[in-house]
């Protein structure tokens, strides 16, 4: 760590340890937990509810909010998982498997503890690997013109695909649907409205909250629409949390390796939070001498999936930060929640904003201990939150739905795009459509199309520009190579690790 | 031939695609030096509908389309019309009235909540929410002609 990164990191630490962004980072972590224990309520429903009310903040504490919301939701949504066998968000998922088993062996209180210790691990370990490698990122960055970022988003999008779990085309289609509803609104380059169909308000284009929060957010309570009743929830005690010292050792060597390959996972565009805890989960059974107590309460089934997602979830931030592209759409809306203010993501960002780079990057490692001192004493606490009936919950969900997307604009047609990207996005799930692509595909559109114009037009409507330029071909050359991969199981009918998922996914309560 | 889950959505990313490509006349394709505002939208358009055969040519081994269970559909068009009815009075009758009929419709009518829980959920909601996000966070929410 050179002397230059330590600087920064003080004049990070200048800035989120005053008062006023450390309560917002306090405010955040706990608005997090509680939508991450809420089922229905995931991280990104989360930070669009909370997207409006950042508008009049500066941008450094809006980052540090709706960090603070994304991160904390990554531990709140272990909780469901350990203790009612519900994730509380995707990514929690293969938490349910051994940590509920805990419960029901009584050890519910070490499955929390080891479930927060590895996510401070793991999200400390990945702001230190976000400060390290963003800024390298971003230099390297300053080098790309638009072929580069046209053959970057192109294998973004193949690498997505591949990443993804479940049909590799169901994914692609998605993908492109987001291309197509990016397309609504004015050409920036020639200035035509495009498929608008003479509704004014479409002529600024489709919004990240209202599409986000319709296909993710209302889709979830159309799916689960006629879920009765509050279930049982244990309630851990205090003095119940100290894990015994065999569950620390056994948990130490999944936290390390959940924490480095989840970071590696992040940055990767996809939903690789979700993917990271998979993978983490497979690599540890695998590797255990005893994989027989899997299932039945291992805590490395707890502890490396936990630290798996949180990491992945700081990883996300790399791209977003160093390039100004977002990996899913929890980055997406957080890239919206700079851009009101002026400030575009990119690789220009960390030389001209190093205050809200550095900030942010402090303030997680603040947010981290703050998750993991308040976490474990206020279980008890959080928990009754799960007490309420879910046909108390749900109206009150649709409510701020309602009022966030409102608020986005001050306009009531983000709240009928909502609603219809809700219809959409409970049709194509019952059809076993995966939905982040699409919110991934809207956002990247006017980049892609940007650039792609503006290749064309650099090398007179030469396409053989992408492969003259050495890191665009590579781009596209591992875009393809990947493609090839992806489609391989569809030629040989073989199963991959994506058909694992879908049985994983199935067999989920 | 029973169509397949996997084929009826196949035929529809098809279909979204000739209708992209079809309001896509509309505007200058360009050239390949200077594309247009109409090339972009063409491409995808183009991409969609190959995903989209690629997905009814593998759709084969899907569950049978009629064979889909929706248990929840009524449910869940009913939560949509009910939004829905909310979103085009919002700015009309304003928010507490509307959040609260809202609430009162959910709980009371589909939920079957006691009357007094209802009563009270609806108006502490509407009252509180409108404190927290119209008065504390000083987003405009709107109001109606009695300035509720």
């Known amino acids: 760590m050179d002397g230059n990164v330590i600087q920064n990191l003080l004049l990070g630490f200048s800035v989120a340890l005053q008062p006023e962004i450390l309560a917002y980072a306090f405010i ?27 508008f009049g903040l500066n941008p450094i504490i809006a980052m540090v909010l709706l960090g603070g919301v994304y991160y904390g939701a990554m531990y709140g949504g272990s909780t469901t998982s350990i203790l009612m066998r519900i994730p509380g968000e995707a990514a929690s998922v293969m938490t349910c498997v051994d940590g509920y088993a805990m419960t029901q062996n009584g050890r ?214 160093a390039l100004g592209i977002p990996t899913g759409p929890v980055t997406a809306v957080m890239i919206a929640a700079v851009m009101v203010h002026g400030i575009s993501p990119g690789p220009t960002l960390i030389q001209q904003q190093p205050e809200l780079f550095w900030g942010f990057v402090a303030s997680m490692y603040i947010g981290n201990t703050v998750l993991l001192i308040l976490n474990l004493p206020m279980v008890g606490l959080f928990v009754n939150l799960l007490r309420i009936p879910y046909s108390y919950l749900y109206p009150g969900i649709l409510c701020f739905c309602i009022v966030g997307c409102y608020s986005v604009s ?47 037009a650099l090398s007179a409507g030469d396409y053989l520009i992408f492969v003259q330029r050495p890191i665009a071909l590579t781009m596209l050359v591992l875009g393809v190579i990947l493609l090839l991969l992806g489609l391989k199981p569809l030629l040989t009918k073989k199963k991959d690790w994506r058909d694992q998922l879908d049985q994983v996914a199935e067999e989920k309560p | 031939m029973q169509l397949r889950e996997d084929q009826a959505s196949g035929l529809t990313l098809v279909a979204l695609a000739l209708f992209v490509a079809w309001e896509n006349r509309a505007y200058p394709l360009g050239s390949l030096q200077e594309p247009g505002p109409g090339y972009t939208p063409l491409l995808i358009a183009i991409f969609l509908g190959l995903t989209g055969m690629l997905i009814v040519l593998r759709g084969g081994a899907s569950p049978r389309l009629a064979g889909m269970k929706w248990p929840e559909g009524t449910r869940a068009a009913v939560i949509i019309a009910a939004c829905a009815a909310a979103t085009y009075v919002l700015e009309s009758i304003g928010y507490r009235i509307t959040i609260a009929a809202l609430l009162v419709f959910f709980l009371g009518v589909l939920e079957r909540r006691p009357p007094l829980a209802v009563a009270a959920v609806a108006v502490g909601f509407s009252l509180l929410s409108w404190y927290l996000i119209g008065d504390v966070l000083r987003v405009p929410l709107p109001r109606g002609p009695w300035g509720w």
């Open chain 1, 108 to 321: 519910a209180g070490a499955a929390l503890a080891i479930s927060a210790l590895g996510s401070f691990v793991a999200g400390t370990l990945g702001v230190v690997g976000l400060m390290l490698l963003a800024p390298t990122l971003a230099a390297w960055a300053l080098r790309f013109g638009p072929p580069e970022y046209t053959a970057l988003l192109v294998m973004g999008f193949f690498v997505l695909a591949y990443m993804s779990g479940g049909s590799m085309l169901k994914t692609l289609a998605m993908a492109v649907f987001g291309l197509v509803l990016g397309m609504i609104g004015i050409d920036a380059m020639s200035g035509y409205t495009r498929f608008s169909f003479d509704v004014l308000a479409l002529s600024d284009g489709l919004g990240i909250v209202p599409v986000a929060v319709g296909l993710f957010g209302i889709s979830e309570i159309l799916i689960t629409a006629g879920q009765k009743g509050a279930a049982r929830v244990a309630r851990p005690k205090l003095r119940e949390l100290m894990p015994s010292r065999t569950e620390l050792r056994q948990s130490l060597g999944p936290i390390g390796r959940g924490s480095v390959l989840g970071f590696l996972i992040g940055i990767i565009p996809g939903s690789a939070h979700i993917i990271s805890s998979f993978v983490s989960y497979g690599i540890e059974r695998r590797i255990s001498k005893t994989p027989e107590r899997f299932g039945n309460g291992a805590i490395e089934g707890v502890a490396g999936p936990e630290s798996a997602n949180n990491a992945a979830a700081t990883g996300a931030f790399v791209p977003m930060m």
């Open chain 1, 28 to 54: 955040g972590c706990i608005v997090g937990t509680l939508v991450g224990m809420m089922p229905g309520l995931g991280p990104l429903a989360g930070i669009s509810l909370l997207l409006p009310a950042t």
């Open chain 1, 410 to 456: 001050n306009s009531v047609v983000d709240v009928w795009i909502m609603l219809v990207m809700g219809g959409i996005g409970y049709v194509l799930r019952k059809f076993g459509y995966d939905l982040a692509p699409v919110a991934l595909g809207l956002v990247l559109a006017p980049m892609l199309e940007l650039s792609l114009r503006q290749s064309l």
